[in-house]
């Protein structure tokens, strides 16, 4: 029975250790995201989709982020209270000669169970998305990781109504992590038309608007989703650049939901750390066998 009991405690001690490593406690309790859990787009751009998390169909499985573990340079491989994991661009961009153009995490928000009693008709409207946050390392000074939000078309001829693109960071070092944030100076820059089936310009009143003053003037409008890219589609620069501890919130601040980006899915990790809870049971009965 004893012996029972201490391997139930390794297994247990082993697990929380490794659940504190993959993303802390100091966040309340984020969902763990891998590039393992990103499913391809089963209709591209469709929203029909029960997808959550994804990836640019338009990139096949090459479009994933990369899982990262480990230090970076002489910092944690994770954002400051996300564990020592994130999600890595490794883009080597055309503009470079080839490689992949850019990677996506796309996010459809109405398939986010902590939404899901801020949503209209079953789908979020842009005015109630009232902020957004997420952390990077940018490791070459190249292009960092930015937010593209899609608007449902509702009755346009083109495949979204509205674009709505946010500044790309501009982290000061290329040796630490940064927090960006749409209520702390990360505005949106450019918004894009595309009603009529061809993109047009929209007009906005200053470079750095907030994203809550753009969402009130779409009010009615949908989140289709929200692309969080490295580089982008055409003559795109390489991108170096890690993310992680991403932050959604909506409703007023009624719901929030916090993503940690760690290397592979949890369950593989539990089935790891339950092994190595299972081997060391065995090694100390051999001992006390050998003893």
Not at 132 to 144: Q, V
């Amino acid at each position: 029975m004893m012996k029972k009991m201490l391997m139930i405690r390794c297994v247990l001690a082993l697990s929380l250790g490794v659940l504190l490593l993959a993303g802390g406690m100091a966040h309340g309790v984020p969902i763990y995201l891998s590039p393992g859990d990103l499913q391809q787009d089963p209709v591209n751009r469709d929203d029909t989709t029960t997808v959550a998390y994804s990836w640019d169909l338009d990139l096949s499985s090459d479009g994933r982020p990369r899982g990262h573990v480990g230090l970076i340079g002489t910092v944690s491989g994770g954002a400051p209270g996300y564990g020592n994991s994130s999600f890595w661009s490794d883009v080597q961009g055309s503009s470079a000669g080839g490689g992949r153009d850019y990677t996506s995490l796309r996010i459809y928000p109405e398939n986010i169970q902590e939404f899901s009693g801020v949503l209209t008709g079953g789908l979020l409207d842009i005015a109630d998305l009232d902020a957004i946050s997420y952390w990077t390392l940018n490791a070459s000074d190249d292009i960092d990781w930015r937010i593209n939000i899609y608007t449902d078309p509702s009755g346009s001829s083109g495949w979204y109504s509205h674009r709505i693109q946010l500044a790309i960071p501009n982290n000061p070092t290329t040796t630490d992590w940064y927090q960006h944030d749409t209520d702390a100076g990360l505005g949106v820059v450019a918004i894009d038309d595309y009603t009529n089936g061809s993109h047009s310009a929209v007009t906005i009143g200053g470079a750095n608007d907030e994203l809550s003053e753009v969402g009130a003037l779409y009010s009615g409008e949908t989140v289709r989703f929200m692309d969080f890219i490295a580089s982008y589609g055409t003559n795109s620069p390489p991108s170096d650049a890690y993310i992680d501890g991403i932050m959604l919130t909506a409703g007023n601040g009624r719901v929030a939901h916090e993503m940690d980006l760690v290397p592979e899915p949890m369950s593989m990790i539990m089935l790891g750390s339950l092994g190595a809870g299972m081997f060391a049971s065995r090694r100390m009965r051999r001992r006390k066998k050998d003893a």
